[in-house]
């Protein structure tokens, strides 16, 4: 008893209540040590945002948020009804006023209330006004597409805008508005043709909103599809080997293009359309052995289609994979470290066709007006390597590229040839070669004379 008492008059003198429970510590409320702040332009339309400023106190911390709509002075506030988000957009009705924002602190001890400083006098939005007339970009003929451009303005910020095209006479008068047509892009219709075109955009804003117009475009009518260079086939025509197309080149603004192939009897009769095969490659079946192949490229705008055929390949072989022959080899035959067996030109006979086996560009891509080597392999009817063939190649069109002077295969039957772009040669497509093999002492045109066309892609 008398060790309680000096327990409970310590207590006294150092002034800490005795507890028989334990010891019971103090809590605090919310306190602001820094005020909220409200940041972005006091101007109808626009967006005000609220910080929750700093705060002493115990944690956990929750914080609500109550605009005010107050005088010029920052006196006399009200509660904005329903603004209770720490992103008030500023409504009519605030013009005139300043704005602030009351937060209020809560934690397990109580809560706190502090304000933001007032803003600025809400102004009011000035509305969009233009500067520079929209323009209209894009070829006005049948299927081609055209763009609008916004124009220039001024005014209170975000803007948005509207679009309206219209068809008026050729002279610009007697302006309607095209049905549908509220999209920046307008799709230049059979129905435009004659007429001029023009786009009014409207730019608006919480000012209010502004029109300008843009300038007349004439629309004319596009050309019908015409081939000027006819498609290209090129490839081996051999059973499983891949045939590719070219499209050729053609007039008629924007097109689209569709390949159909046909298996055809010699000189081109008797054609047959193979189904299924509407690609720019196609691989060679047993059905096409002994047929000739052509492509048939179908070009396609707003005015109509037209069809352009390819060369004839073939006729269609049933293999070309086989490299070694049962027949005797020449006197002349020797034989290559690759294992390969060549021959010179002089024991090819004239009852012989040459075969220019394969085709390989270096770079595979012609780029800009860079050279390319194109080297040619030559083989015989025995498909042995021909060594001293002469190769001759022209570029087709002519003026599109010039091609170095004929000449002789190596001991392997190869010969690479550099095909050098003129300025007339187009940014991209395909460089159709000719390509000639022949013995030296034969016909240019008959005996083991052999012709190919094949292509090497270009692009900028």
Request: glycine share 10%.
């Amino acid at each position: 008893m008398k060790r309680l008492l000096l327990v409970s008059a310590l207590g006294l003198v150092l002034g800490v209540a005795p507890s028989l429970a334990g010891d019971s510590r103090a809590t605090v409320a919310p306190s602001s040590s820094s005020p909220p702040t409200v940041s972005g332009t006091a101007q109808i339309g626009q967006s005000l945002t609220a910080t929750s400023g700093s705060w002493s106190g115990d944690t956990p911390m929750t914080f609500t948020y109550a605009w005010e709509r107050c005088d010029t002075s920052g006196a006399n506030c009200t509660a904005v009804s329903g603004a209770t988000s720490t992103v008030y957009t500023v409504a009519s009705a605030d013009g005139g006023h300043t704005l602030r924002v009351a937060v209020t602190a809560t934690n397990a001890s109580g809560t706190g209330t502090a304000e933001s400083l007032q803003t600025a006098t809400v102004t009011a939005a000035s509305a969009p006004q233009n500067t520079a007339i929209p323009t209209i970009t894009g070829t006005a003929s049948v299927g081609s597409t055209l763009t609008a451009t916004n124009g220039t303005w001024t005014g209170s910020t975000p803007i948005t805008y509207a679009y309206a095209w219209e068809r008026c006479a050729a002279d610009g008068g007697s302006c309607a508005a095209i049905a549908g047509a509220t999209a920046q892009t307008y799709v230049v219709a059979v129905a435009d043709v004659g007429a001029t075109l023009r786009v009014v955009v409207s730019a608006t804003n919480p000012g209010g909103s502004g029109q300008a117009t843009s300038a007349f475009v004439s629309a004319s009518a596009v050309s019908a599809p015409k081939s000027t260079v006819a498609p290209v086939i090129s490839g081996t025509p051999a059973q499983g080997d891949t045939l590719t197309s070219t499209l050729g080149t053609w007039t008629g603004g924007s097109l689209t293009y569709t390949y159909l192939w046909y298996r055809c009897d010699a000189n081109e009769t008797n054609c047959g359309e193979i189904s299924g095969a509407t690609a720019s490659t196609y691989v060679a079946t047993s059905s096409d052995v002994g047929k000739y192949l052509i492509s048939i490229v179908v070009a396609t705008n707003g005015a109509g289609s037209a069809r352009a055929n390819s060369n004839a390949l073939g006729p269609v072989t049933t293999s070309t994979t086989t490299t070694t022959t049962t027949a005797p080899a020449p006197s002349g035959a020797t034989k290559l470290p690759n294992g390969e067996t060549s021959i010179p030109a002089s024991d090819v006979p004239d009852s012989d066709r040459l075969l220019i086996a394969s085709v390989k560009a270096a770079p595979p891509v012609i780029r800009g007006r860079e050279p390319v080597t194109v080297t040619f392999k030559v083989l015989d009817a025995n498909k042995y390597d021909v060594a001293g063939a002469l190769v001759y190649v022209v570029a087709l069109p002519y003026s599109w590229a010039k091609a170095g002077p004929e000449a002789a295969t190596a001991a392997d039957g190869t010969v690479g040839i550099t095909v050098t772009p003129t300025r007339n040669m187009p940014r991209s497509g395909a460089l159709v070669l000719f390509v000639r093999a022949r013995t030296p002492s034969g016909s240019l045109l008959a005996g083991s004379s052999t012709r190919r066309l094949v292509q090497v892609r270009f692009r900028p």
